[in-house]
């Protein structure tokens, strides 16, 4: 009896210590989207020529201050990759513990990728860029990093849903399920409007942020 009495002891403090390291971890997941998107809208204002309505954020990496957006990308990605991180530590071993993690890497990785092949001058942006884009080799590479990455976040959110619904988070479950449609439909009518694919991408971000937020607050098993 002794001896299982102190083991519960010396359990305990373990337990709080892994708790806090994984909420460490997990913060990184939640600043990712309001960062980066903050940091877009902030080079959107800022930059001549510069239309929310005609280009997409990935274009601020282009022209003499693009290395900004290029930070921007890389620092997102390592927060999601720290994200993935934490979120692996809090859903070990339940639904959900192995695939959400990889799922949101994938993601972080995309914006690594993103930050390497930029995406092509179009829509008059930089300034004096024709409207029409002409599709470069790493204009393409960035679209297909960009798509994977998305897809991958589509995925997780499914997958997270399980989690969510596992842990009595029947309300957040069933969001978790519905926000890929409107990503995948914002994507889906980026032909048409940028608009529609920035408000997808956008929500997909804070949707994380709102899930991440959501596990950090929520006990995690010992």
Do not use: K
Not at 21 to 34: F, H
């Amino acid at each position: 009896m002794t001896s299982t009495l102190g083991a519960s002891r010396h359990a305990a403090p373990a337990a709080t210590a892994s708790r806090a390291a994984a909420r460490r971890w997990l913060a990184g997941g939640i600043a990712a989207g309001p960062v980066f998107l903050a940091a877009g809208v902030v080079q959107g204002v800022a930059r001549d020529g510069f239309d929310f309505s005609r280009n997409a954020l990935s274009q601020l990496a282009l022209g003499e201050t693009g290395w900004a957006q290029n930070l921007n990308f890389m620092f997102a990605g390592a927060l999601l990759v720290m994200g993935a991180v934490g979120l692996r530590q809090v859903l070990g071993g339940t639904p959900g513990g192995t695939a959400g993690p990889v799922l949101i890497g994938v993601l972080g990785a995309s914006f690594w990728a993103a930050a390497v092949f930029p995406a092509d001058a179009g829509a008059g942006f930089p300034a004096g860029a024709p409207d029409a884009t002409v599709m470069s080799g790493h204009g393409a590479v960035h679209m297909a990093a960009g798509m994977v990455g998305y897809l991958a976040l589509c995925a997780a959110f499914v997958v997270l849903a399980g989690s969510l619904a596992a842990r009595g988070q029947s309300g957040w479950a069933v969001a978790s399920r519905l926000v890929p449609v409107a990503v995948i439909a914002g994507f889906a009518a980026s032909a048409a409007s940028v608009l529609a694919f920035t408000a997808g991408a956008g929500m997909g971000l804070l949707w994380l942020t709102a899930v991440m937020t959501r596990l950090t607050f929520e006990p995690v098993d010992g």
